[in-house]
């Protein structure tokens, strides 16, 4: 064979052998990490998660000097079912995590010992870093996320304002609910990969948009005068024994509230224990009979249609008026004949009667109505009831002589407040307001609330004899001594 064949056949004989060696190449490659047991193979995983937003803070008015609400870091306690499983340990586990989270272990075994399993809660927002790191090689398939918790550190105080926010993070009561939209600001995503230890490969993120901060909200209410109302209900309903109560302050030329207070309450951090009796907001959310507080009305009414004058005298038939054959009597002494100026202040039954009916059904319907009543006044909080103030085709022929004295009519204390903070205000019934001003995570102002007249019952004249007369109530013989 010549020199030539010879140099032909050696390249030939290598490529042969390169060629060959690279296929076992390529199938031990292949066998390696594609054939092998899956605990075997190199995990990872593309993972798309939501980054939740941090809630917008609530302050009073005041503004960040008062924070009333807020977000906290807290801990979610999570479990891999599957590690626990195969680590033989499920019922040690069950027994270090019933002392520290306080469930029975019982309970922990059941949803531990699930192997097809790889993501469980156990505990969600817990406040204490319960699980240190040296614990975690007790834990085998135990771990802890970093979440967001609404916190509300003065507990039960100003509960039926401010509301609170559910497990899904979701407000479900008061300004919480209400401004849901402003305060749960906008959540984020990233797309990425993690690696068998559920740690995020960064260099491998795919997208990420950041989470956007909801607004804060700023109250109308004052911390300081929110505190005494509270301590003064408290004592109110201690002293007469009553199953509940209700104030509320307002500023009479704006409508602003500076306070309301409700009870029984409860504390908001522990929402999930209170029942529906305590969450109720009772001064937006009962309707009840005004009784004698109505009557202010009503002699306002007719001093502003001119068909009495504070010395107008009126036959209050010594207690006791057959009106369509029904009696009407006095809650308190027999009068005789006396001015509407002591009707007022002896809260006469028979005088106010006999003063509403002179209005006429449907004069009288139409004040009542502009006074705020039988309809929702529009605070910005969630429950508010609109009363029970029937339609004149629905009155009887002596609804006059009783809705007149309160009774066959419902109100909320809202909107009797209102009525008379109208009389205080010059005949202007401002709309009610919790809400100072909302502001967007960049300091930027979002809504800032502004007076409203809602309408305007009785002129300027009558508000201010309706104010004189009033002061007598709490004089000498008057029905209100006790406001002095």
């Known amino acids: 064979m010549s020199e030539r064949g010879l140099q032909c056949r050696m390249v030939l004989s290598g490529v042969l052998l390169f060629l060959a060696m690279g296929g076992l190449s390529a199938r031990l490659t292949y066998l390696h990490f594609r054939l092998l047991p899956n605990e075997c193979r190199p995990q990872t995983r593309d993972i798309r998660k ?3 937003a941090d809630r917008g803070n609530i302050f009073d008015c005041k503004g960040e000097r008062n924070v009333l609400a807020l977000d906290v870091v807290a801990k979610d306690i999570c479990a891999d079912p599957h590690i626990v499983v195969q680590s033989n340990r499920v019922a040690d586990v069950a027994l270090w995590l019933s002392k520290k989270l306080d469930i029975p272990s019982n309970d922990l075994v059941t949803i531990l010992d699930k192997p097809e399993r790889r993501f469980i809660y156990i505990k969600r927002y817990v406040m204490d870093d319960i699980i240190q790191p040296s614990d975690k090689r007790a834990l085998p398939g135990v771990f802890t996320q970093d979440t967001l918790m609404r916190h509300y550190p003065h507990k039960s105080f100003m509960c039926h304002v401010l509301g609170f926010v559910n497990a899904e993070g979701i407000g479900s009561a008061g300004i919480e609910q209400s ?40 109250l109308t209410l004052d911390q300081n005068i929110q505190y005494i109302t509270e301590k003064a209900l408290e004592q109110a309903v201690a002293d007469h ?81 057959l009106y369509k054959n029904r009696p009407l009597h006095e809650a308190h002494n027999g009068y005789g004949v006396i001015t509407v100026a002591e009707i007022l202040k002896k809260s006469s039954n028979i005088g106010t009667a006999k003063i509403g009916i002179s209005l006429g059904d449907k004069r ?48 909320t204390a809202l909107q009797l407040l209102g009525a008379y903070c109208a009389i205080a205000n010059d005949g202007r019934l401002m709309r009610p307001h919790v809400i100072k001003e909302v502001m967007r995570s960049d300091g930027s102002t979002l809504y800032q609330a502004q007076p409203e007249v809602v309408s305007r019952p009785v002129s300027e004249k009558t508000a201010e004899t309706m104010r004189r007369l009033l002061c007598g109530v709490t004089e000498e013989g008057g029905t209100g001594k006790k406001a002095c």
């Open 179 to 218: 401004l849901e939209k402003y305060l749960k600001g906008s959540s984020g995503i990233v797309e990425s990969h993690i690696n068998a230890k559920r740690q995020e490969m960064y260099w491998k993120r795919n997208r990420y948009i950041p989470a956007l901060q909801g607004a804060s909200v700023t």
């Open 364 to 411: 009288l319907h139409e004040y009542l109505r502009k006074f705020g009543l039988g309809d929702k006044l529009g605070i910005e909080l969630p429950g508010e009831e609109q009363g029970i103030l029937h339609p004149v085709k629905r009155w009887y022929d002596i609804s006059a002589s009783r809705i007149s004295i309160g009774q066959g009519i419902s109100v």
């Open 241 to 321: 024994r009553a199953k509940a109560g209700w104030i509320i302050v307002q500023r009479v030329k704006t409508g602003e509230i500076l306070g309301m207070a409700s009870t029984p309450g409860y504390d908001l951090n522990q929402f999930r224990d209170a029942t529906d009796e305590q969450k109720l907001n009772r001064a937006i959310g009962c309707n009840y009979e005004p009784g004698s507080t109505l009557k202010t009305a009503v002699i306002a009414a007719a001093l502003n249609e001119g068909l009495i004058t504070p010395e107008t005298t009126i036959d209050c038939e010594n207690g006791l008026w």
């Open 50 to 52: 939501t980054i939740q």
